[in-house]
């Protein structure tokens, strides 16, 4: 009798721990994804030369060339992406849509770097190259 007591107390320990981590868990989701990441421009750098930087907050189209190389980049609903490009491995075209800083978009054959900018200037950079 006191053993199965004793396991009764541990599941139920056990299940409100998991209950309360996966709370947290979705809070903190919940937060990042309300805006604190999102950013209001974004900058395209081509062969490490800022091109251009465009809002976010306005749908555009529009086509980077850099010699024989092309990209076509697109902003719709807050978020940047390249649709279409020249390059053979198409990875900058497969990354999808980006609204944060989180992670650029980068076509390494066509020179392409595209970062949006939080508003947020409290990131350190220990080097640059």
């Known amino acids: 009798m006191k053993n199965t007591k004793k396991i ?20 903190v989701i919940f937060i ?10 974004a900058e395209i750098y081509s062969d490490n030369n800022l091109i251009r930087t ?11 060339e850099n010699g024989d190389n092309y990209n076509i980049i697109r902003i719709r609903n807050g978020k940047i ?3 279409e490009a020249n390059c053979k491995n198409q990875i900058c075209v497969k990354q999808g849509e980006i609204d944060n800083s989180l992670l650029p978009i980068v076509c390494v ?11 947020d200037k409290k990131i350190n ?4 190259i």
């Open 125 to 128: 950079i220990d080097a640059e």
């Open 8 to 27: 009764l107390t541990s599941n139920i320990l056990w299940i409100t721990l998991f209950l309360l981590l996966a709370v947290i868990s979705i809070l």
């Open 32 to 41: 990042m994804r309300s805006g604190k990441l999102t950013g209001k421009t």
């Open 54 to 64: 465009v809002s976010l907050d306005t749908d555009d189209e529009f086509t980077v």
């Open 109 to 119: 054959p066509n020179g392409l770097v595209i970062r949006v900018d939080n508003g």
């Open 81 to 83: 992406s390249v649709i």
